[in-house]
């Protein structure tokens, strides 16, 4: 359910609105130390939501190992972009949010990729019928440009055809069907990769895999039962299709080629983040905008492991335990 931008900026239109809602999703009545988890604290600042930890010692605000830590934005305008970003179902380049927000180029970007890695779920299972595929990720090869040295690599000669065999980015989606969708980059697409995936987001109990023909699929069978399609004779057989998981690839390509022009694989794993929670949440029928803050909120700021090549990578720290 698309968020009402007006119903928003009336509704939280101060910092302090916007500070009582994040203690409120938070911890509800409760305030607990983000480090030991007690709840033994002693209030600092009431207006600025900073606590001191009993226990610990150690002071804290509800900023804290958030994305919203460390930030100079005002909340306001915060929700506001957020509210932008969950309502472009196709992506919001940060130019556009340097427009309608009056940022600068450099906070709208960063502030849209820390929205983003607000968007990253707890690791969860998929079961059912589950749909698995690849897709590749890349422009076309530019033609060599007559100033270029003799000597110098011909990029225009370098294999990006489309399909398997191809040296674009290589990215493996499961879905699972009416629910939620998984996506990795895989530089390698080998059976003990993908199969080391599908154990790690499905479950192999009444469930059932449909992919494709391609050999590598056909180790995933000592895990979990297996369907194939074989696209040289037909697209679909009755239950037994990838459509769904087809339908995805063609909704993340649009979106990046009319949004964002073309993304670097260092930080597509985050951009795919951000079309994982959309799709996910395409039948959500309650409060989106809270929805998003609760997983935002327990999410660790620190840009270095923005910086991840892999999603997983992120999805590791941002949810095992913090060292005490």
């Known amino acids: 359910m698309a968020v009402n931008l007006l119903n928003i900026q009336k509704k939280y239109n101060t910092q302090a609105k916007c500070l009582n809602l994040l203690v409120k999703i938070r911890w509800g009545k409760t305030v607990k130390c983000p480090k030991c988890d007690s709840d033994k604290v002693r209030v600092l600042d009431k207006q600025q939501k900073r606590y001191f930890c009993k226990t610990c010692k150690v002071q804290f605000s509800v900023f804290t190992d958030t994305i919203f830590e460390g930030t100079r934005l005002e909340l306001p305008k915060w929700f506001t972009t957020i509210v932008l970003v969950l309502n472009a179902k196709s992506g919001m380049a940060a130019k556009e949010i340097e427009r309608n927000m009056g940022f600068t180029y450099k906070t709208a970007y960063y502030t849209a990729m820390r929205i983003r890695v607000g968007m990253?779920?707890?690791?969860?299972?998929?079961?059912?019928?589950?749909?698995?595929?690849?897709?590749?990720?890349?422009?076309?090869?530019?033609?060599?440009?007559?100033?270029?040295?003799?000597?110098?690599?011909?990029?225009?000669?370098?294999?990006?055809k489309r399909g398997r065999g191809t040296n674009k980015v290589s990215v493996v989606g499961m879905v699972q069907r009416k629910g939620k969708v998984k996506t990795k980059l895989i530089e390698k697409l080998?059976?003990?990769?993908?199969?080391?995936?599908?154990?790690?987001?499905?479950?192999?109990?009444?469930?059932?895999?449909?992919?494709?023909?391609?050999?590598?699929?056909?180790?995933?069978?000592?895990?979990?039962?297996?369907?194939?399609?074989?696209?040289?004779?037909?697209?679909?057989?009755?239950?037994?299709?990838?459509?769904?998981?087809?339908?995805?690839?063609?909704?993340?390509?649009?979106?990046?080629?009319?949004?964002?022009?073309?993304?670097?694989?260092?930080?597509?794993?985050?951009?795919?983040?951000?079309?994982?929670?959309?799709?996910?949440?395409?039948?959500?029928?309650?409060?989106?905008?809270?929805?998003?803050?609760?997983?935002?909120?327990?999410?660790?700021?620190?840009?270095?492991?923005?910086?991840?090549?892999?999603?997983?990578?992120?999805?590791?720290?941002?949810?095992?335990?913090?060292?005490?």
Do not use: C
């Not at 698995?132 to 440009?145: C, Q």
């Open 120 to 160: 990253i779920e707890p690791e969860s299972k998929l079961n059912g019928i589950i749909e698995m595929d690849e897709s590749y990720f890349g422009g076309k090869a530019r033609k060599r440009s007559k100033l270029t040295a003799p000597n110098d690599p011909d990029i225009s000669s370098v294999t990006l």
């Open 190 to 324: 080998t059976k003990r990769n993908l199969l080391a995936m599908l154990k790690q987001n499905a479950r192999s109990e009444n469930s059932i895999l449909v992919t494709d023909g391609f050999r590598s699929y056909k180790e995933l069978e000592k895990y979990i039962d297996r369907l194939e399609i074989t696209h040289s004779k037909e697209f679909s057989r009755g239950i037994v299709h990838v459509n769904t998981i087809e339908g995805f690839w063609s909704y993340v390509k649009n979106g990046i080629r009319g949004s964002y022009k073309s993304i670097s694989k260092k930080y597509l794993p985050f951009y795919l983040a951000e079309y994982e929670w959309k799709f996910n949440h395409r039948y959500y029928r309650g409060d989106e905008f809270e929805a998003y803050l609760k997983n935002a909120l327990s999410h660790d700021k620190d840009l270095e492991y923005w910086k991840a090549e892999s999603l997983q990578q992120v999805k590791k720290v941002a949810y095992e335990p913090r060292k005490k």
